[in-house]
């Protein structure tokens, strides 16, 4: 059983442009969700996909969207980089939109700087 | 939404001395989970405990639902404990994540 995969580790980015992140959910989970963690912060929710549409979304801006696919991989775009996205990207994958503690994971992350 | 805080933000121990970890939260919960963040980044789950106490060898924790706090507790402390300790709240879709304690376990 593979667990949640996400890619790249490490990105650099230069202001105004836009960047895709990946995630590969752990075999047998149907939902994904984004936290952004900034430098000394706790993750902040994004937004959650459940069978490939949107369940609901924390307090971000409309230039940060996903998508996620019939295999329940999942995309997190962000357009128009600012300094402040800079950040740790988290995904976490579970079934059913739970938020059980036996089958929430995370993965490890892809940091993001924006220059 | 739901505010998490957690004290103290940091912490610097000695190898086997033993430390408390505080997460207060502003509402009342039904998922209360503990995380260690490995240096790698990833979050991993010490446990889950809405309310009561458990334990796993030299962790254990515990939350009063009735007054809004959960306490971790470290006894002897080793170096491979050093990470970051988050408390988050589950609710919804979503959780509500502290700012976190920075542990250092000096040899």
């Known amino acids: 059983e593979t667990g949640v995969t996400q890619s790249p580790t490490h990105l650099i980015k230069t202001r105004g442009q836009q960047v895709t992140l990946r995630c590969s959910s752990q075999s047998g989970h149907n939902t994904v969700s984004w936290y952004q963690q900034a430098l000394g912060q706790g993750p902040q929710f994004i937004f959650q996909y459940y069978r490939e549409e949107e369940n609901g979304r924390g307090n971000f801006p409309p230039r940060f969207s996903g998508l996620q696919f019939p295999n329940y991989s999942s995309e997190l775009n962000v357009n128009a980089l600012e300094l402040d996205d800079s950040a740790l990207y988290l995904c976490?994958?579970?079934?059913?939109?739970?938020?059980?503690?036996?089958?929430?994971?995370f993965g490890s992350g892809t940091r993001l700087t924006v220059v | 939404g739901i505010q998490v805080e957690q004290s103290p933000p940091d912490l610097i121990l000695q190898e086997g001395a033993n430390s408390t970890l505080r997460c207060n939260f502003s509402?009342?919960?039904?998922?209360l989970q503990w995380f260690h963040q490995n240096p790698w980044g990833q979050l991993i789950n010490l446990f889950y405990i809405p309310s009561g106490t458990k334990q796993n060898g030299r962790l254990s924790a515990t939350t009063v639902a009735t007054e809004r706090y959960s306490l971790l507790y470290i006894s002897s402390s080793q170096t491979t404990d050093s990470g970051v300790y988050f408390c988050a709240v589950g609710t919804g879709n979503q959780f509500y994540f502290g700012t976190g304690t920075s542990l250092t376990v000096i040899p």
């Open positions: 509402d009342s919960v039904n998922n």
């Open positions: 976490a994958s579970s079934l059913d939109r739970s938020l059980s503690p036996y089958g929430y994971t």
